[in-house]
């Protein structure tokens, strides 16, 4: 067939696959601007909050692997339908419930629902677009999810003051199920699958799916290698804080300490969307044609976000209001829009066929780490206390920043001891 016919497919399938992904940091973000209306409704403190909320992010991480194993055996076209198709599913029921533990079964389905989508398009993207690309369109993938961020912030939060925050629910679970739909019918994990050549080779092994010895052998040796945990030290650095703050509390933050209506907060929330559109494809774009090495960049984001949370716990309450929109296009910027340098370092180190298994691998433990910080935040802020409004203390907030400043110096000594992996093709074992 034509090549241009080929190249249609792949821009087809690519274009699907931001769509589905739009809906990964969608459901992370959205209960930052539902927080408040679903404990009034609910009745729920901001202990139980978090816990709620991090539900999707500890469900998400469980499936980390085994997405990543899905991905490099059954292959993405089998399990992107059935798993997206649950997260639309979840986020129906999470609309429809009058009770605590209904809604927490819900918002369980979305995480293991979403849970595959980025991993699966990655390895989409190992097969069907070349090697040397590979950094630049994970990095293009993230930055699309920041449409996904935008989404679950400022027109969230109109459509949950138009509709209420379950309708709003339920729409957008409606949209997922008919993007499952779609993904069903049109994705195809090769060109060959699809009936095409495949104009490249694959990188560092061979493309076809893996056995179950050689999946076990491949976590072996993922998990036997230094430059791995150094990556993987990182990673969770800077996912899990991004996640922890404006997946869940920077909404409550700017609402309390800014008296910003929930609009106002939706719109400054809006600036993490486009953090991560920026940051993104910079970030890609920096690791291949600048520096061409990942670490340097790896060290930059993870010091940018230890500046950031110094900032806001030491003058949070002081800054003006458009600072707060410089604030967290950084936070996005720094965080979810630096995550593909650590998806092109597991591949550069492991190869072609143990990409899904090396990224999921580097993804589970900072869903699991949101898991941990969200309820942990929502403890710190009730402890001290609240403003005779309602609203959670400034003195609160300065702690849960100290919390989060920590954990990216954490993230620094990562990077530092990353070893180059463009320069170490074989993994370094222990």
């Known amino acids: 067939m034509p090549r241009i016919n080929r190249n249609t497919t792949a821009l087809l399938i690519f274009i699907l696959l931001c769509i589905a992904y739009l809906f990964v940091p969608f459901h ?13 409704d609910m009745h729920l403190d901001a202990p139980t909050m978090g816990i709620l909320a991090s539900a999707f992010f500890f469900s998400y991480g469980a499936m980390q692997l085994p997405s990543g194993l899905m991905a490099d055996s059954l292959g993405p076209r089998l399990t992107l339908p059935i798993f997206f198709g649950l997260a639309g599913i979840g986020a129906i029921v999470f609309g429809l419930s009058d009770s605590v533990a209904g809604l927490m079964i819900a918002r369980v389905c979305m995480g293991f629902g979403v849970s595959v989508v980025f991993i699966c398009g990655i390895k989409l993207f190992s097969r069907w677009f070349p090697p040397d690309a590979f950094a630049r369109m994970s990095g293009i993938y993230l930055g699309m999810g920041g449409l996904g961020l935008i989404l679950g912030s400022g027109p969230m939060a109109s459509l949950c003051s138009a509709l209420g925050w379950r309708n709003g629910l339920i729409l957008s679970g409606a949209v997922g199920v008919a993007v499952a739909v779609a993904l069903w019918f049109f994705v195809r994990d090769t060109p060959e699958q699809a009936g095409f050549e495949s104009p490249f080779p694959t990188h560092g092994r061979d493309a076809g799916g893996q056995t179950p010895a050689e999946l076990w052998q491949s976590v072996r040796e993922i998990c ?8 993987a030290t990182w990673f969770f650095c800077q996912f899990a804080i991004h996640m922890s703050f404006g997946g869940l509390w920077g909404g409550p933050f700017l609402m309390d300490t800014h008296h910003m209506t929930k609009a106002q907060a939706g719109g400054v929330l809006n600036m993490m969307g486009i953090g991560m559109l920026a940051g993104g494809p910079l970030t890609g774009w920096l690791s291949d044609s600048v520096f061409r090495a990942r670490k340097p960049v790896m060290l930059l984001n993870a010091v940018g976000t230890v500046a950031l ?10 800054l003006p209001d458009w600072a707060m929109y410089v604030w967290f296009f950084f936070l996005a910027a720094f965080g979810m829009g630096s995550l593909s340098v650590g998806f092109a370092s597991i591949r550069d180190i492991f ?10 691998l580097l993804n589970t433990l900072p869903s699991f780490g949101v898991s941990v910080f969200q309820p942990l ?24 920043c100290a919390l989060y400043a920590a954990v990216a110096c954490l993230g620094v000594c990562g990077a530092l001891l990353v070893r180059e992996p463009m320069a170490t093709p074989v993994p370094d074992c222990a």
């Open 377 to 400: 935040t929502g403890w710190i802020l009730e402890a001290y206390g609240k403003t005779p409004d309602g609203g959670f203390t400034m003195d609160g907030y300065a702690m849960s």
């Open 224 to 231: 036997s290698s230094r430059s791995f945990w150094f990556i």
């Open 351 to 360: 190869g072609d066929k143990a990409t899904g298994t090396g990224s999921g």
């Open 309 to 318: 949370f110094v900032i806001l716990g030491m003058h949070g309450d002081k």
């Open 28 to 40: 992370r973000v959205s209960p930052a601007i539902m927080a408040i209306d679903i404990m009034a």
